[in-house]
């Protein structure tokens, strides 16, 4: 896993890790609307790196490097992370390990829950067909399979495809979906995910709100999976320098009180 660094290094950290089939790049309207007030590190996922060869592993290896980078480089400390899908699904497990502080984290439409062992199989074959069909955009099977995606998803993964190929899909998909999240702590957590993936992602809440009652929960109307960071990263570069705020602020209290 490689770390790509970018903002201001005086101000509070903001962790950003991209999705499966993606780059770190997915990220860049947004970090352009948040590097002044926010250092922010964004994770490049082994099997979806640019430029090298690299494996997927598993989503606890991501999450065990993360931890350490977080560690090593921040004192363990994170004022923010976001995760998109399989980033979400890292962010929640590194939460389910409670080995660095997090002050707020956003699960956007990660998967948290396993799916049954018949289906995990033809599903990562599936996403395997998808994926190579982005890099290598065939007309009919474009047609096939990309009813459901965007132009600027497929052109995230034809720049991944070449650096971890069709290994990282199946080892990516098999990880996300053969784990179930089973314990999170964090003080402030939200999940975000768009009315046109309610169907994945409701089950998802639901068990989330099971383990953690307080998880603040945003559907936005319209969208699809990761929709709003790549149509709107100014809704998410506001909500997230939002949360930002509240951390300024609690700070300042806590500074007067003491």
């Not at 480089?73 to 080995?99: D, F, P, Q, T, W």
């Not at 699960?107 to 994926?131: C, F, M, S």
């Not at 314990?183 to 009315?195: E, L, P, V």
């Amino acid at each position: 896993m490689n770390f790509r660094l970018f903002g201001n290094s005086k101000v509070p950290t903001l962790l950003l890790i991209p999705g499966l089939g993606v780059s770190y790049e997915i990220f860049l309207p947004l970090i352009r609307l948040t590097e002044d007030r926010f250092r922010i590190i964004a994770a490049e996922v082994d099997g979806f790196t640019l430029g090298r060869h690299t494996r997927f592993t598993s989503v606890d290896d991501q999450a065990a490097q993360v931890i350490e980078y977080i560690r090593s480089n921040c004192n363990g400390h994170l004022v923010c992370a976001y995760g998109l899908s399989l980033g979400g699904k890292i962010l929640s497990r590194i939460l389910e390990r409670n080995e660095i502080v997090i002050d707020h984290a956003v699960l956007d439409a990660a998967p948290l829950l396993p799916l049954p062992n018949w289906l995990i199989n033809p599903l990562r074959y599936y996403q395997a067909a998808n994926v190579w069909t982005c890099y290598h955009w065939t007309g009919f099977w474009k047609f096939v399979f990309h009813s459901h995606y965007f132009d600027v998803l497929l052109d995230e993964c034809r720049k991944t495809w070449p650096w971890g190929g069709r290994q990282a899909v199946l080892a990516g998909y098999k990880s996300v979906y053969t784990n179930k999240l089973e314990r999170i702590s964090g003080a402030d957590i939200h999940f975000w995910y768009g009315t046109k993936e309610a169907f994945v992602a409701k089950p998802q809440v639901r068990h989330l709100l099971t383990i953690c009652p307080d998880v603040h929960v945003q559907v936005f109307d319209g969208m699809n999976h990761g929709q709003l960071l790549i149509d709107h990263p100014d809704e998410v570069a506001k909500r997230i320098n939002a949360l930002s705020a509240l951390f300024l602020t609690e700070i300042v209290a806590h500074s007067r009180n003491s």
